[in-house]
């Protein structure tokens, strides 16, 4: 009996064996951390505010990371990622995790939860003043990261008690063996940045930082790791030589420990193609398990990536997007992971998503109110997970394994195709007729100058603001009063007029030249076009992480873009009708509209962006018509599309870009002005766009930087106006009168006094009325000292 026990067990396992080599893993890079009803913000919230304790966060914390590894195992996704929760940021855990905080932090004695929101967003309380560290976009999402700040004698020490460590257990307790996430070396590095008054090179303390890898890693294997993942996105860059010559001691390394002391490694790439640095991955990578990389944003990577790999590294294909909310098409997927399969065999490929689910809202089970026909296109996280896991089995064990899902797929894709609502025949005729004339204004700068000084009569030094006014408790009372329903569309209205008309009468009396009409009746800059626009959908729960508990909800570009009637006009004629001096129209341009959506994944974001322009054209054209003279098209996000690589990529982009600004503000006679707006300084690498956009004049954030940064204008000989923001508005400081004066001596070093504008950096929306006026007044009053002097 024993010897027949132990023959069917050696069997069985035997088949357990192959199985599992035959078979094609589902894999999980990351999942969103907020929770369905953004938990997790109002935890941490609650506990910024005093109102939650240290522990009753941490417990939310951890029913979180269990709820949301059980949704994947249930999901049946083989690898499902630990340490991908964060509590502010993920970067920022590393950070705390080597112990790489500036003193400035460390030296207080916080507890450790409260040392890491210090440095999220700063600490003021208890007699410490600390700003936080410097947070920037996460690659090109709208993720934001707390960068890594180095000292000149930086040292790095593991964490007792390492977040990996911890969190593996965690769910190894609860029955889910998972794949720890860490950053890799190269990459933490890479992100960050000397501290202020250093000088430190970060990729140069490269080889004090692998011991703690080291550690770190081999504590995760004697707690169970089998596998770890191990993300390297810089490998998307254009990189400089040192940081590509610093993958090789670093994974020499690291991968010696494999299988010994240390876990297989999984090496990730997202957000880009890596075949620039192939050669990188060749000499240097070619030791970890497994590299993945993002085969939804660029398939076309696959065979080079495969014949880059070694001779028994494992693929991963990043096939099912982390980036957007559209229903796999699975079909499509399932191809390219079959020819992976072809090639390498089904035991060196995994499926997995193409980056971390952090970019996607959590469950398209909250959504309500979305109709029945475009919900069926849509997947968000944990939908997401399903599809991962089906892709896998159809190429484990063939496609008829998972039958009705992949027909049930394949209907949704199509359904979406030959949708009404996809389709607009009217917009792509109007697409197939727009003209490169469409795109230019009708005369050159200097004639239009000359036109619209006729028309405004404006004084040197003119004053204007960015367009928003402080967004009070009243208005946002009132607007959600209207959404429910429990004020008429008619006392609404009344109200937005009477707020119209106290910003018209506060521009009066701060004696600003041309205003604007504050904006009260928009909820935000992008949403309230889209509710405006056909081809848009919104959601009610699809919120994703900004930054720390920052989310937003991007509305979903669905169809053909096309604007059903005019969406500002009411407003800005009213505020016209109301105020004696030129009133500034008010919009938010294309690729803004596009960049800060989820866009359509079934045509080109040019296509999308010319859409947008062809229906905020028609809008500007109609602001003229109803006597608005000045038109201020805000392209905050125009940067942030720039691709990651230089070259011709980015070329493409900007001129697809700079086209669809172009189209949508061309439309207008020469006496009527138009404006842009950047809440951003750093353009130099991007000059050439910006001056091709041609407006008539431009506003950008200036406040806090260099005024040598404006030396590009005179440098490349701008012709058109230029209003660099005087003061910050993102604090409610209140700059003093001489402070704006010296800052427009500065900016006058580079600019001429017939060129520039008076302004603040951005809109006011976030700041009180207090010291909106207080600061508004000195600003006037400085304009007006520079007028009298020319
Ligand atoms: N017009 C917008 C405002 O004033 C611009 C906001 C922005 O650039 N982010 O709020
Ligand atoms: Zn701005």
Redesign the pocket.
């Known amino acids: 009996v024993a010897n027949n026990l132990r023959a069917r067990c050696e069997e069985s396992n035997k088949h357990f064996v192959e199985k599992v080599a035959k078979m094609v893993q589902s894999s999980v890079l990351g999942f969103p951390r907020m929770g369905k009803l953004r938990d997790l913000k109002k935890a941490t919230e609650a506990y910024w505010g005093g109102k939650l304790s240290k522990d009753e966060l941490l417990a939310e914390g951890k029913r979180l990371r269990l709820e949301h590894w059980k949704i994947q195992k249930n999901a049946g996704v083989d690898v499902i990622p630990s340490n991908d929760f964060a509590y502010y940021d993920h970067v920022l855990d590393h950070i705390q995790m080597f112990n790489a905080i500036p003193e400035r932090y460390s030296k207080h004695g916080l507890h450790t939860l409260d040392e890491y929101f210090a440095m999220g967003r700063g600490h003021q309380k208890d007699g410490i003043d600390v700003p936080s560290l410097e947070m920037v976009k996460w690659f090109d999402s709208n993720y934001h990261y707390v960068k890594p700040t180095l000292q000149d004698s930086q040292t790095f020490k593991l964490s007792d008690d390492p977040k990996p460590i911890r969190h593996f257990k965690e769910a190894k307790d609860a029955g889910i063996v998972t794949r720890p996430v860490i950053l890799g070396p190269v990459s933490f590095l890479h992100l960050g940045k000397a501290d202020r008054n250093q000088t430190v090179d970060p990729i140069s303390l490269l080889e004090k930082l692998l011991p703690v890898y080291e550690e770190l890693l081999k504590q995760l294997k004697s707690a169970g790791a089998e596998t770890v993942q191990i993300d390297e996105p810089v490998l998307v860059f254009d990189l400089p030589a040192k940081i590509r010559s610093a993958f090789k001691p670093a994974y020499e390394k690291l991968t010696a420990l494999q299988g010994s002391s240390g876990p297989q490694l999984v090496l990730t790439t997202y957000f880009g193609d890596v075949v620039h640095n192939l050669d990188v991955v060749k000499s240097s990578l070619q030791g970890t398990y497994a590299f993945h990389v993002d085969l939804v944003r660029n398939p076309e990577q696959l065979d080079k990536v495969m014949e880059s790999l070694g001779p028994k590294q494992v693929l991963s294909a990043g096939v099912v997007d982390g980036r957007n909310i559209w229903k796999n098409n699975m079909k499509k997927s399932i191809e390219i992971v079959e020819s992976a399969i072809q090639k390498l065999g089904k035991e060196r490929v995994i499926v997995g998503t193409s980056s971390s689910l952090l970019h996607t809202p959590h469950t398209l089970e909250s959504e309500k109110n979305l109709d029945a026909e475009v919900r069926d296109w849509f997947a968000f996280a944990s939908e997401k997970t399903k599809e991962v896991a089906i892709i896998a089995k159809a190429v484990t064990d063939g496609p008829d394994s998972v039958r009705s899902e992949l027909d049930a797929n394949a209907k949704s894709l199509q359904s979406r195709a030959t949708s009404k609502r996809t389709n607009n025949p009217d917009v792509k005729k109007r697409q197939e007729a727009v003209t490169k004339e469409m795109h230019e204004r009708k005369s050159g700068f200097p004639t239009r100058y000359d036109a619209q000084k006729k028309q405004l009569n404006l004084p040197l030094f003119p004053t204007t603001t ?3 006014f402080p967004q009070t408790k009243d208005i946002r009372i009132m607007r959600n009063k209207f959404t429910k329903g429990e004020i008429t569309p008619k006392e609404y209205e009344e109200f937005i007029e009477k707020e119209i008309r106290d910003v018209v009468a506060i521009q009066d009396e701060l004696q600003l030249d041309v205003y604007v009409h504050g ?1 009260p009746e928009r909820n935000d ?1 992008v949403q309230y076009f889209g509710e405006r626009l056909d081809g848009y959908v919104f959601t009610t729960h699809a919120w994703v992480q900004s930054y720390g508990s920052r989310c937003v909800r991007p509305p979903i570009m669905v169809g053909d873009v096309s604007r059903p009637a005019p969406m500002t006009v009411k407003e800005s004629k009213y505020a016209a009708s109301v105020s004696k001096k030129p009133m500034k129209g ?1 919009l938010t341009g294309p690729i803004t509209c596009l960049r800060w959506s989820f866009p359509r994944d079934d045509v080109h974001q040019s296509v999308q962006a010319q859409q947008l322009a062809l229906a905020l054209r028609d809008e500007v054209v109609d602001l003229e018509k109803a006597g608005i003279y000045v038109i201020q098209v ?1 392209e ?1 996000a125009l940067r942030e599309g720039l691709p990651l690589r230089a070259g011709s990529e980015r070329e493409k982009y900007l001129s697809w870009a700079v086209d669809s600004f172009k189209l949508s503000t061309a439309g207008v006679e020469d006496s009527t002005q138009i404006h842009s ?1 950047f ?1 951003y300084s750093e353009f130099q690498d991007f000059f050439h766009a910006i001056a091709a956009l041609d407006a008539d004049v431009l506003s950008i954030e200036n406040s806090k930087s260099d005024a040598k940064l404006l030396k590009v204008f005179i440098d490349e000989a701008y012709p058109r106006h230029i209003g660099p923001g005087v003061y910050d508005i993102h604090s409610p400081r209140v700059p003093s009168e001489q402070e704006i004066k010296d800052r427009v001596a500065e900016m006058l070093q580079y600019l001429k006094p017939d060129q520039l504008w008076v302004n603040p950096d ?2 006011l ?1 976030t700041r009180g009325w207090k010291e909106t006026k207080e600061a508004l007044s000195n600003m006037v009053a400085a304009a007006q000292a520079y007028r009298q002097q020319h």
């Open positions: 960015i367009g928003s904006e800059m008010m805000d905050p707006h809440c951005c809109g929306k």
